[in-house]
Protein backbone atom coordinates (compact mmCIF):
# COMPACT_ATOMS: atom_id res chain seq x y z
CA UNK A 1 0.00 0.00 0.00
CA UNK A 2 1.79 3.63 -1.06
CA UNK A 3 2.14 5.62 2.08
CA UNK A 4 0.63 9.67 2.12
CA UNK A 5 3.80 11.04 0.18
CA UNK A 6 3.59 8.24 -2.87
CA UNK A 7 -0.23 9.36 -2.74
CA UNK A 8 0.57 13.05 -3.21
CA UNK A 9 2.68 12.14 -6.00
CA UNK A 10 0.42 9.98 -7.47
CA UNK A 11 -2.43 12.47 -7.21
CA UNK A 12 -0.39 15.17 -8.83
CA UNK A 13 0.64 13.01 -11.25
CA UNK A 14 -2.97 12.33 -11.97
CA UNK A 15 -4.41 16.11 -11.56
CA UNK A 16 -1.33 17.00 -14.45
CA UNK A 17 -2.92 14.95 -16.88
CA UNK A 18 -6.23 16.08 -16.81
CA UNK A 19 -7.98 13.52 -15.28
CA UNK A 20 -11.05 13.92 -13.89
CA UNK A 21 -10.73 13.62 -9.73
CA UNK A 22 -11.66 10.52 -8.21
CA UNK A 23 -13.15 9.76 -4.53
CA UNK A 24 -10.60 9.75 -2.16
CA UNK A 25 -8.06 7.33 -2.30
CA UNK A 26 -7.77 4.73 0.75
CA UNK A 27 -5.21 5.66 3.02
CA UNK A 28 -2.03 3.86 3.90
CA UNK A 29 -1.70 0.81 5.66
CA UNK A 30 0.45 -0.38 8.13
CA UNK A 31 2.91 2.61 8.35
CA UNK A 32 5.52 2.79 10.91
CA UNK A 33 7.62 5.16 12.34
CA UNK A 34 10.94 5.83 10.16
CA UNK A 35 13.07 5.49 12.79
CA UNK A 36 14.21 2.74 15.68
CA UNK A 37 17.21 4.14 17.43
CA UNK A 38 17.13 6.88 20.48
CA UNK A 39 17.51 9.47 17.62
CA UNK A 40 14.77 10.42 14.82
CA UNK A 41 15.80 11.82 11.85
CA UNK A 42 15.30 15.64 11.39
CA UNK A 43 13.22 17.63 9.17
CA UNK A 44 14.49 18.78 5.68
CA UNK A 45 15.05 22.56 4.86
CA UNK A 46 12.11 24.48 4.37
CA UNK A 47 11.33 27.98 4.10
CA UNK A 48 10.33 29.08 7.88
CA UNK A 49 7.29 30.61 6.67
CA UNK A 50 4.93 29.04 4.47
CA UNK A 51 4.51 31.24 1.16
CA UNK A 52 0.36 30.24 0.96
CA UNK A 53 -0.87 32.09 3.76
CA UNK A 54 -4.59 30.86 3.69
CA UNK A 55 -5.51 27.75 5.93
CA UNK A 56 -7.23 24.65 4.79
CA UNK A 57 -10.12 23.36 7.81
CA UNK A 58 -10.44 19.86 8.23
CA UNK A 59 -13.29 18.74 10.29
CA UNK A 60 -14.21 14.81 10.32
CA UNK A 61 -17.49 13.87 11.43
CA UNK A 62 -20.08 11.29 12.05
CA UNK A 63 -23.16 12.16 13.06
CA UNK A 64 -22.82 15.48 14.25
CA UNK A 65 -26.22 17.05 12.98
CA UNK A 66 -26.29 19.05 15.45
CA UNK A 67 -22.78 21.31 15.83
CA UNK A 68 -21.62 20.94 12.90
CA UNK A 69 -23.32 24.14 10.62
CA UNK A 70 -22.25 26.57 13.73
CA UNK A 71 -18.62 25.29 13.20
CA UNK A 72 -18.51 25.61 9.65
CA UNK A 73 -20.12 29.11 9.60
CA UNK A 74 -17.99 29.82 12.95
CA UNK A 75 -14.42 29.28 11.21
CA UNK A 76 -15.47 30.89 7.88
CA UNK A 77 -15.57 34.22 9.60
CA UNK A 78 -12.17 34.41 9.58
CA UNK A 79 -10.46 35.91 6.39
CA UNK A 80 -7.52 33.14 6.79
CA UNK A 81 -9.72 30.14 5.58
CA UNK A 82 -9.71 29.53 2.32
CA UNK A 83 -11.87 26.55 2.65
CA UNK A 84 -13.63 23.97 4.89
CA UNK A 85 -13.22 20.61 4.29
CA UNK A 86 -15.57 18.15 5.65
CA UNK A 87 -14.70 14.40 5.92
CA UNK A 88 -17.98 11.98 6.42
CA UNK A 89 -17.11 8.49 7.83
CA UNK A 90 -20.84 6.87 6.53
CA UNK A 91 -23.28 9.76 8.68
CA UNK A 92 -26.73 8.99 8.40
CA UNK A 93 -28.26 11.82 10.48
CA UNK A 94 -27.80 14.65 7.97
CA UNK A 95 -24.62 16.09 8.81
CA UNK A 96 -23.51 16.13 5.11
CA UNK A 97 -26.28 18.00 4.05
CA UNK A 98 -25.87 20.74 6.37
CA UNK A 99 -22.73 20.46 6.39
CA UNK A 100 -22.77 21.38 2.73
CA UNK A 101 -25.35 24.38 3.35
CA UNK A 102 -23.07 25.55 5.97
CA UNK A 103 -20.39 26.05 2.71
CA UNK A 104 -18.30 23.00 4.17
CA UNK A 105 -16.87 20.83 1.02
CA UNK A 106 -17.81 17.10 2.01
CA UNK A 107 -15.81 14.38 1.27
CA UNK A 108 -17.16 10.95 2.11
CA UNK A 109 -13.60 8.75 3.94
CA UNK A 110 -12.25 6.19 2.39
CA UNK A 111 -12.22 4.08 5.92
CA UNK A 112 -14.29 4.77 8.70
CA UNK A 113 -12.62 6.25 11.23
CA UNK A 114 -11.30 9.53 12.63
CA UNK A 115 -7.73 9.13 11.39
CA UNK A 116 -8.01 7.86 8.48
CA UNK A 117 -10.60 11.11 8.11
CA UNK A 118 -7.87 13.23 8.78
CA UNK A 119 -5.61 11.30 6.97
CA UNK A 120 -7.45 12.10 3.44
CA UNK A 121 -7.98 15.39 4.65
CA UNK A 122 -3.88 16.16 4.00
CA UNK A 123 -5.07 15.03 0.24
CA UNK A 124 -7.29 16.96 -0.02
CA UNK A 125 -6.80 20.04 1.38
CA UNK A 126 -5.35 23.21 -1.45
CA UNK A 127 -3.46 24.96 1.05
CA UNK A 128 -0.25 24.55 3.06
CA UNK A 129 -1.51 25.05 6.46
CA UNK A 130 -3.82 22.83 8.00
CA UNK A 131 -6.54 23.62 10.86
CA UNK A 132 -8.19 20.33 12.12
CA UNK A 133 -11.44 21.00 14.10
CA UNK A 134 -13.92 18.51 15.66
CA UNK A 135 -17.76 18.39 14.80
CA UNK A 136 -19.38 18.56 17.69
CA UNK A 137 -17.89 21.90 19.54
CA UNK A 138 -19.40 24.81 20.59
CA UNK A 139 -18.16 27.69 23.03
CA UNK A 140 -15.61 28.22 20.42
CA UNK A 141 -13.48 32.13 20.99
CA UNK A 142 -14.04 34.67 18.06
CA UNK A 143 -10.50 34.27 17.01
CA UNK A 144 -10.11 30.71 17.33
CA UNK A 145 -8.33 30.07 13.31
CA UNK A 146 -5.72 32.78 13.69
CA UNK A 147 -4.93 32.08 17.59
CA UNK A 148 -4.02 28.61 16.16
CA UNK A 149 -2.86 29.32 12.61
CA UNK A 150 -0.62 32.29 12.66
CA UNK A 151 2.16 30.91 14.71
CA UNK A 152 2.76 28.70 11.54
CA UNK A 153 1.96 31.27 9.22
CA UNK A 154 4.33 33.49 10.63
CA UNK A 155 7.39 30.64 10.76
CA UNK A 156 7.02 30.53 14.47
CA UNK A 157 6.08 26.90 14.51
CA UNK A 158 5.17 23.79 12.42
CA UNK A 159 2.71 22.22 15.15
CA UNK A 160 0.00 24.14 17.11
CA UNK A 161 -1.88 22.26 19.82
CA UNK A 162 -5.23 24.09 21.28
CA UNK A 163 -5.68 24.79 25.26
CA UNK A 164 -8.47 25.00 26.68
CA UNK A 165 -10.13 25.03 29.91
CA UNK A 166 -12.86 22.71 30.64
CA UNK A 167 -13.22 19.17 32.83
CA UNK A 168 -9.97 17.95 33.37
CA UNK A 169 -10.37 14.70 30.93
CA UNK A 170 -10.21 11.58 33.08
CA UNK A 171 -8.18 9.67 30.32
CA UNK A 172 -5.35 12.68 30.09
CA UNK A 173 -5.01 12.99 33.84
CA UNK A 174 -4.72 9.10 34.44
CA UNK A 175 -3.52 7.48 31.07
CA UNK A 176 -1.47 9.69 28.82
CA UNK A 177 0.53 12.41 31.15
CA UNK A 178 1.88 9.54 33.46
CA UNK A 179 3.04 7.34 30.56
CA UNK A 180 4.21 10.78 28.66
CA UNK A 181 6.45 11.81 32.09
CA UNK A 182 7.80 8.01 31.67
CA UNK A 183 8.52 7.90 27.89
CA UNK A 184 8.56 11.02 26.34
CA UNK A 185 9.14 13.88 28.86
CA UNK A 186 9.51 16.10 26.72
CA UNK A 187 6.75 17.17 25.51
CA UNK A 188 4.83 16.05 29.03
CA UNK A 189 4.18 20.16 29.45
CA UNK A 190 1.37 19.95 26.78
CA UNK A 191 -1.90 20.27 29.04
CA UNK A 192 -4.59 18.81 26.36
CA UNK A 193 -2.34 16.14 24.75
CA UNK A 194 -5.14 14.25 23.38
CA UNK A 195 -7.05 17.10 21.76
CA UNK A 196 -7.80 17.31 18.03
CA UNK A 197 -7.45 20.90 17.87
CA UNK A 198 -4.43 21.36 15.86
CA UNK A 199 -2.85 23.73 13.38
CA UNK A 200 -0.02 22.03 11.10
CA UNK A 201 2.03 22.39 8.39
CA UNK A 202 1.15 20.02 5.49
CA UNK A 203 4.16 19.08 4.39
CA UNK A 204 5.28 17.61 8.00
CA UNK A 205 1.71 15.41 8.11
CA UNK A 206 3.41 14.04 5.38
CA UNK A 207 6.21 12.27 7.45
CA UNK A 208 3.64 11.71 10.38
CA UNK A 209 1.77 8.07 11.04
CA UNK A 210 -1.98 8.65 11.24
CA UNK A 211 -3.84 6.39 13.98
CA UNK A 212 -6.97 4.91 12.79
CA UNK A 213 -8.45 5.20 16.66
CA UNK A 214 -8.63 7.13 19.57
CA UNK A 215 -4.52 7.09 19.74
CA UNK A 216 -4.43 9.26 16.62
CA UNK A 217 -3.73 12.86 18.24
CA UNK A 218 -1.08 11.60 20.88
CA UNK A 219 0.86 9.81 17.79
CA UNK A 220 0.67 12.37 15.37
CA UNK A 221 2.17 15.01 18.56
CA UNK A 222 4.70 12.50 19.34
CA UNK A 223 5.64 12.22 15.90
CA UNK A 224 5.88 15.80 15.63
CA UNK A 225 8.54 15.83 18.42
CA UNK A 226 10.61 12.93 17.23
CA UNK A 227 11.40 14.03 13.78
CA UNK A 228 12.23 17.45 15.12
CA UNK A 229 9.15 20.21 14.48
CA UNK A 230 8.98 23.00 16.26
CA UNK A 231 5.85 22.63 18.49
CA UNK A 232 3.45 25.16 20.41
CA UNK A 233 0.47 25.25 22.62
CA UNK A 234 -1.69 27.72 22.44
CA UNK A 235 -5.05 28.79 24.51
CA UNK A 236 -8.35 29.21 22.99
CA UNK A 237 -10.14 29.86 26.23
CA UNK A 238 -12.96 27.62 27.43
CA UNK A 239 -14.50 25.49 24.96
CA UNK A 240 -18.01 22.30 25.42
CA UNK A 241 -17.50 19.41 23.97
CA UNK A 242 -19.85 16.21 23.52
CA UNK A 243 -18.68 14.09 26.74
CA UNK A 244 -17.96 10.12 26.86
CA UNK A 245 -19.62 7.24 28.75
CA UNK A 246 -17.64 5.58 31.14
CA UNK A 247 -17.45 2.58 29.27
CA UNK A 248 -16.20 4.43 26.24
CA UNK A 249 -13.23 6.36 28.07
CA UNK A 250 -11.50 2.78 28.98
CA UNK A 251 -11.33 1.59 25.54
CA UNK A 252 -10.01 5.61 24.79
CA UNK A 253 -7.14 4.85 27.79
CA UNK A 254 -6.64 1.60 26.23
CA UNK A 255 -5.53 2.94 22.55
CA UNK A 256 -3.75 6.25 23.84
CA UNK A 257 -1.28 4.08 26.03
CA UNK A 258 -0.88 1.31 23.02
CA UNK A 259 0.11 4.48 20.85
CA UNK A 260 2.15 5.81 23.26
CA UNK A 261 3.99 2.29 23.97
CA UNK A 262 4.20 1.54 20.77
CA UNK A 263 6.35 5.29 19.84
CA UNK A 264 8.27 4.59 22.91
CA UNK A 265 9.38 0.88 21.79
CA UNK A 266 10.19 2.32 17.90
CA UNK A 267 12.62 4.77 20.06
CA UNK A 268 14.35 2.16 21.79
CA UNK A 269 12.99 3.41 25.02
CA UNK A 270 11.07 -0.30 25.52
CA UNK A 271 10.81 -3.39 24.28
CA UNK A 272 8.59 -3.37 21.26
CA UNK A 273 7.49 -7.15 21.12
CA UNK A 274 6.25 -6.71 24.65
CA UNK A 275 3.74 -3.61 22.97
CA UNK A 276 2.87 -6.09 20.12
CA UNK A 277 1.89 -9.10 21.66
CA UNK A 278 -0.16 -6.68 24.19
CA UNK A 279 -1.89 -5.27 21.25
CA UNK A 280 -2.34 -9.11 19.79
CA UNK A 281 -4.37 -9.88 22.85
CA UNK A 282 -6.69 -6.48 22.64
CA UNK A 283 -7.64 -7.04 19.20
CA UNK A 284 -8.46 -10.94 19.76
CA UNK A 285 -10.58 -9.70 23.07
CA UNK A 286 -12.78 -7.04 20.51
CA UNK A 287 -12.97 -9.54 18.05
CA UNK A 288 -15.06 -11.69 20.05
CA UNK A 289 -18.89 -11.75 19.42
CA UNK A 290 -20.02 -10.62 23.28
CA UNK A 291 -17.43 -7.39 23.18
CA UNK A 292 -18.87 -6.37 19.27
CA UNK A 293 -22.24 -7.02 20.01
CA UNK A 294 -22.25 -5.36 23.71
CA UNK A 295 -21.28 -1.86 21.96
CA UNK A 296 -24.43 -1.93 19.39
CA UNK A 297 -27.30 -1.06 21.93
CA UNK A 298 -31.05 -1.86 20.74
CA UNK A 299 -31.53 -3.49 17.71
CA UNK A 300 -35.19 -3.15 16.14
CA UNK A 301 -34.13 -4.16 12.39
CA UNK A 302 -31.01 -6.27 11.52
CA UNK A 303 -29.30 -6.61 8.32
CA UNK A 304 -26.63 -9.15 7.58
CA UNK A 305 -24.06 -9.68 4.46
CA UNK A 306 -21.88 -11.88 3.38
CA UNK A 307 -18.41 -10.92 2.89
CA UNK A 308 -16.83 -12.86 -0.35
CA UNK A 309 -18.73 -12.26 -3.39
CA UNK A 310 -21.22 -10.14 -1.89
CA UNK A 311 -19.67 -7.38 -0.31
CA UNK A 312 -16.35 -7.41 -2.02
CA UNK A 313 -15.80 -8.21 -5.56
CA UNK A 314 -13.94 -10.95 -5.50
CA UNK A 315 -12.93 -13.93 -2.35
CA UNK A 316 -10.17 -12.75 0.30
CA UNK A 317 -8.67 -15.50 0.64
CA UNK A 318 -8.06 -16.46 -3.21
CA UNK A 319 -6.23 -12.77 -3.33
CA UNK A 320 -4.08 -13.56 -0.22
CA UNK A 321 -3.29 -16.48 -1.63
CA UNK A 322 -2.14 -14.88 -5.12
CA UNK A 323 -0.17 -12.68 -3.03
CA UNK A 324 1.34 -14.92 -0.79
CA UNK A 325 2.04 -17.44 -3.45
CA UNK A 326 -0.15 -19.83 -1.83
CA UNK A 327 -2.73 -20.15 -4.83
CA UNK A 328 -1.63 -23.94 -5.63
CA UNK A 329 -2.10 -25.06 -1.99
CA UNK A 330 -5.08 -23.46 -1.52
CA UNK A 331 -6.58 -25.20 -4.05
CA UNK A 332 -6.12 -28.69 -2.17
CA UNK A 333 -8.95 -27.43 0.18
CA UNK A 334 -10.93 -24.33 -1.38
CA UNK A 335 -14.57 -25.67 -1.51
CA UNK A 336 -13.72 -29.06 -0.93
CA UNK A 337 -17.33 -30.90 0.06
CA UNK A 338 -15.48 -33.99 1.68
CA UNK A 339 -14.03 -31.70 4.39
CA UNK A 340 -16.26 -30.64 7.07
CA UNK A 341 -15.93 -26.84 7.34
CA UNK A 342 -14.34 -26.67 10.76
CA UNK A 343 -11.64 -28.94 9.15
CA UNK A 344 -10.93 -26.80 5.62
CA UNK A 345 -10.75 -23.55 7.62
CA UNK A 346 -8.25 -24.72 9.75
CA UNK A 347 -6.09 -26.45 7.06
CA UNK A 348 -6.17 -22.82 4.90
CA UNK A 349 -5.55 -21.01 8.06
CA UNK A 350 -2.58 -23.02 8.40
CA UNK A 351 -1.29 -22.06 4.98
CA UNK A 352 -0.73 -18.59 5.99
CA UNK A 353 1.78 -18.95 9.12
CA UNK A 354 4.37 -16.30 8.90
CA UNK A 355 2.45 -14.28 7.01
CA UNK A 356 2.48 -10.18 7.89
CA UNK A 357 -1.20 -9.03 9.23
CA UNK A 358 -0.32 -5.73 7.22
CA UNK A 359 -0.81 -8.21 4.58
CA UNK A 360 -3.97 -9.08 5.53
CA UNK A 361 -5.42 -6.02 5.86
CA UNK A 362 -3.83 -4.09 2.62
CA UNK A 363 -5.44 -7.42 0.92
CA UNK A 364 -9.03 -6.36 2.20
CA UNK A 365 -8.36 -2.61 1.86
CA UNK A 366 -7.76 -2.80 -2.10
CA UNK A 367 -9.83 -5.59 -2.90
CA UNK A 368 -12.76 -3.91 -5.26
CA UNK A 369 -15.88 -3.12 -3.73
CA UNK A 370 -18.93 -4.73 -5.25
CA UNK A 371 -20.93 -1.69 -6.71
CA UNK A 372 -23.42 -0.05 -4.23
CA UNK A 373 -21.81 -1.81 -1.42
CA UNK A 374 -21.22 1.70 0.52
CA UNK A 375 -24.61 2.94 -0.38
CA UNK A 376 -26.58 -0.29 0.99
CA UNK A 377 -24.83 -0.64 3.75
CA UNK A 378 -25.79 3.45 4.98
CA UNK A 379 -28.75 3.39 3.17
CA UNK A 380 -30.17 0.71 5.41
CA UNK A 381 -28.81 2.70 8.39
CA UNK A 382 -30.95 5.40 7.29
CA UNK A 383 -33.78 3.26 7.58
CA UNK A 384 -33.26 2.07 11.23
CA UNK A 385 -31.32 -1.10 10.31
CA UNK A 386 -27.98 -2.51 12.49
CA UNK A 387 -25.72 -3.47 9.73
CA UNK A 388 -23.50 -6.50 10.30
CA UNK A 389 -21.40 -8.65 8.23
CA UNK A 390 -21.13 -12.57 9.09
CA UNK A 391 -18.36 -14.49 6.90
CA UNK A 392 -16.36 -17.57 7.51
CA UNK A 393 -13.20 -15.62 6.38
CA UNK A 394 -11.41 -14.14 8.96
CA UNK A 395 -11.70 -11.19 11.57
CA UNK A 396 -8.85 -9.13 10.50
CA UNK A 397 -10.16 -9.07 7.03
CA UNK A 398 -13.96 -8.59 7.94
CA UNK A 399 -13.14 -5.70 10.33
CA UNK A 400 -11.28 -3.85 7.38
CA UNK A 401 -13.98 -4.30 4.89
CA UNK A 402 -16.67 -3.15 7.90
CA UNK A 403 -15.09 0.21 8.25
CA UNK A 404 -14.62 0.45 4.13
CA UNK A 405 -18.46 -0.18 3.75
CA UNK A 406 -19.29 1.76 7.34
CA UNK A 407 -20.96 -1.14 8.73
CA UNK A 408 -21.78 -1.32 12.45
CA UNK A 409 -20.24 -4.73 13.30
CA UNK A 410 -18.40 -7.97 11.55
CA UNK A 411 -18.18 -11.91 13.06
CA UNK A 412 -15.99 -13.91 11.43
CA UNK A 413 -12.87 -16.54 12.55
CA UNK A 414 -10.57 -14.89 14.79
CA UNK A 415 -6.82 -15.62 13.27
CA UNK A 416 -3.93 -15.03 15.83
CA UNK A 417 -1.34 -13.26 15.27
CA UNK A 418 2.27 -13.11 17.15
CA UNK A 419 5.09 -10.15 16.60
CA UNK A 420 2.82 -9.54 13.57
CA UNK A 421 2.75 -12.62 12.01
CA UNK A 422 -0.06 -15.29 11.26
CA UNK A 423 0.26 -18.28 13.41
CA UNK A 424 -1.67 -20.90 11.87
CA UNK A 425 -4.17 -21.19 14.83
CA UNK A 426 -7.66 -19.94 13.96
CA UNK A 427 -10.43 -20.00 16.54
CA UNK A 428 -13.61 -20.34 14.85
CA UNK A 429 -16.40 -17.87 14.95
CA UNK A 430 -18.49 -19.02 18.04
CA UNK A 431 -21.87 -17.55 16.59
CA UNK A 432 -21.78 -20.03 13.91
CA UNK A 433 -21.55 -22.96 16.31
CA UNK A 434 -24.71 -24.52 17.12
CA UNK A 435 -25.14 -27.66 19.95
CA UNK A 436 -25.64 -29.95 17.02
CA UNK A 437 -22.64 -32.35 15.64
CA UNK A 438 -22.15 -33.12 11.82
CA UNK A 439 -22.36 -31.01 8.95
CA UNK A 440 -24.67 -28.44 10.18
CA UNK A 441 -22.60 -27.81 13.65
CA UNK A 442 -20.82 -24.68 11.91
CA UNK A 443 -22.78 -22.40 9.95
CA UNK A 444 -24.20 -18.96 9.56
CA UNK A 445 -27.74 -20.55 10.18
CA UNK A 446 -26.03 -20.10 14.08
CA UNK A 447 -25.13 -16.72 13.71
CA UNK A 448 -28.62 -15.69 12.70
CA UNK A 449 -30.43 -17.76 15.91
CA UNK A 450 -27.47 -16.05 18.08
CA UNK A 451 -27.86 -12.67 16.87
CA UNK A 452 -31.86 -12.93 17.02
CA UNK A 453 -31.97 -14.04 20.62
CA UNK A 454 -29.12 -11.26 21.73
CA UNK A 455 -31.07 -8.59 20.18
CA UNK A 456 -34.34 -10.25 21.29
CA UNK A 457 -35.68 -9.56 18.13
CA UNK A 458 -37.61 -11.89 15.50
CA UNK A 459 -36.42 -13.67 12.52
CA UNK A 460 -38.83 -11.29 10.44
CA UNK A 461 -36.79 -8.30 11.49
CA UNK A 462 -34.06 -9.83 9.80
CA UNK A 463 -32.46 -9.16 6.53
CA UNK A 464 -29.79 -11.17 4.60
CA UNK A 465 -27.60 -10.67 1.57
CA UNK A 466 -25.67 -13.59 0.25
CA UNK A 467 -24.22 -15.38 -2.65
CA UNK A 468 -23.08 -19.35 -1.73
CA UNK A 469 -24.14 -22.56 -0.51
CA UNK A 470 -22.31 -21.39 2.49
CA UNK A 471 -25.12 -18.69 2.99
CA UNK A 472 -28.02 -20.74 2.49
CA UNK A 473 -28.77 -21.38 6.56
CA UNK A 474 -28.98 -17.74 6.56
CA UNK A 475 -30.82 -17.14 3.37
CA UNK A 476 -33.70 -19.61 4.51
CA UNK A 477 -33.92 -17.92 8.03
CA UNK A 478 -34.01 -14.31 7.03
CA UNK A 479 -37.47 -12.33 7.03
CA UNK A 480 -36.28 -10.65 4.11
CA UNK A 481 -33.51 -12.48 2.21
CA UNK A 482 -31.28 -11.61 -1.22
CA UNK A 483 -29.20 -13.55 -3.47
CA UNK A 484 -26.66 -11.33 -4.99
CA UNK A 485 -25.54 -13.01 -8.51
CA UNK A 486 -26.24 -16.08 -7.00
CA UNK A 487 -23.55 -18.80 -7.64
CA UNK A 488 -25.93 -21.58 -7.60
CA UNK A 489 -29.52 -22.87 -8.02
CA UNK A 490 -29.41 -23.56 -4.28
CA UNK A 491 -29.18 -20.16 -3.58
CA UNK A 492 -31.42 -18.62 -6.05
CA UNK A 493 -33.99 -20.89 -4.43
CA UNK A 494 -33.40 -19.85 -0.90
CA UNK A 495 -33.58 -16.50 -0.92
CA UNK A 496 -36.90 -14.26 -1.39
CA UNK A 497 -35.64 -11.93 -4.08
CA UNK A 498 -33.07 -11.87 -6.38
CA UNK A 499 -30.35 -9.09 -7.57
CA UNK A 500 -28.07 -9.15 -10.26
CA UNK A 501 -26.74 -5.71 -10.89
CA UNK A 502 -25.87 -3.33 -7.41
CA UNK A 503 -26.15 -4.40 -4.54
CA UNK A 504 -28.21 -1.32 -3.10
CA UNK A 505 -31.11 -2.88 -4.87
CA UNK A 506 -31.96 -4.35 -1.59
CA UNK A 507 -33.04 -0.50 -0.45
CA UNK A 508 -36.34 -1.23 -3.04
CA UNK A 509 -37.62 -4.05 -1.05
CA UNK A 510 -36.06 -3.38 2.68
Known amino acids: MANLM ?5 KKKRAASGAQKASVAPPAAGRRLRFTGNKAPKLPDWPTRPDDQRVSVVIPVLNESARIASVIRHVKRSPLVGEVIVMDDGSIDGTP ?35 YLDGDLSGLCHDLVERLAEPVL ?24 PLLRTYF ?12 IIAVRKELLFKLRFENDYGVDIGLLIDAASVGARLLEVDIGHIEHISQDLDRLGEMATQVARTILERAAALGRLRLSFIQNSRERDRMRRAHPEHILARIGKVEKLALFDMD ?14 RTGKTAALEKYLDRTDLKPETRTRRIANLFRRTKRELFVETARTLPLTPGAVEAVVGLRKLGYRVGIVTDSYHTAAETVRRRVFADFALANILEFRHGKATGVVTLAPTFRSGMTGWRAYDKLNAVRFLVK ?18 VGMLRAAGKSFAFQPKSERVRRAAKRVINDRLDEVLEWA
Open 454 to 471: RFEITPRQVLAVGDSDND
Open 154 to 177: RGEADFVKARFSRRAGRVTVLTAR
Open 185 to 196: PEIAHFEQPLGG
Open 6 to 10: ERKHA
Open 309 to 322: GTLLAGRFVLELAK
Open 97 to 131: EIAQAAGGRVVTSALLGKGSSMEDGVLEAQHDTLL
